[in-house]
C-alpha cells in the first residue's frame, strides 16, 4: 500500500510560481511512476505531468515550458514546480502513482491517489 500526501498549494497572482510537494509512504519502491493530475470545478480530472522512478519526465500540453517535474527518490518525494501561472491552471492538484515503468495519462491506470491540494491563479 502506498499513501501520498500533496502540499505546496495557495493563491498567487497570475505570472507567479508554486512548487507542489508529494510525499510518499508506504511500500513504495522501484518501479513507480509518479503523476500531478488537476482537476477545475466542473471539469474532468486531467494530466498534468509524470515522472518514471529513473526520471523520465512526461508533461500535457498545457504545462510544457512552464511547469518542471522532477524527484527526490531518497525522500520519497515528488515535485511539481509551477511558474508563469494562469487563472486557467487554478484548479485542485492531485499527485497519483501506479506501479509500472510506464508514465500514463488516463487517470484509470493510476493506484494511489493523495487527496489533493488546491491553486487558486487570480488575474
Known amino acids: 500500500q502506498v499513501q501520498l500526501v500533496e502540499s505546496g498549494g495557495g493563491s498567487v497572482q497570475a505570472g507567479g510560481s508554486l512548487r507542489l510537494s508529494c510525499a510518499a509512504s508506504?511500500?513504495?519502491?522501484?518501479?513507480?511512476?509518479t503523476a500531478w493530475f488537476r482537476q477545475a470545478p466542473g471539469k474532468e480530472r486531467e494530466f498534468a505531468a509524470a515522472?518514471?522512478?529513473?526520471?523520465?519526465?512526461n508533461y500535457a500540453d498545457s504545462a510544457k515550458g512552464r511547469f518542471t517535474i522532477s524527484r527526490d527518490n531518497t525522500k520519497n518525494t515528488v515535485y511539481l514546480q509551477m511558474s508563469s501561472l494562469k487563472p486557467e491552471d487554478t484548479a485542485v492538484y492531485y499527485c497519483a502513482a501506479r506501479s509500472s515503468s510506464l508514465y500514463a495519462t488516463d487517470p484509470v491506470e493510476y493506484t494511489y491517489w493523495g487527496q489533493g491540494t488546491q491553486v487558486t491563479v487570480s488575474s
Open positions: 515522472i518514471t522512478w529513473i526520471g523520465a519526465t
Open positions: 508506504g511500500r513504495t519502491s522501484v518501479g513507480y511512476v
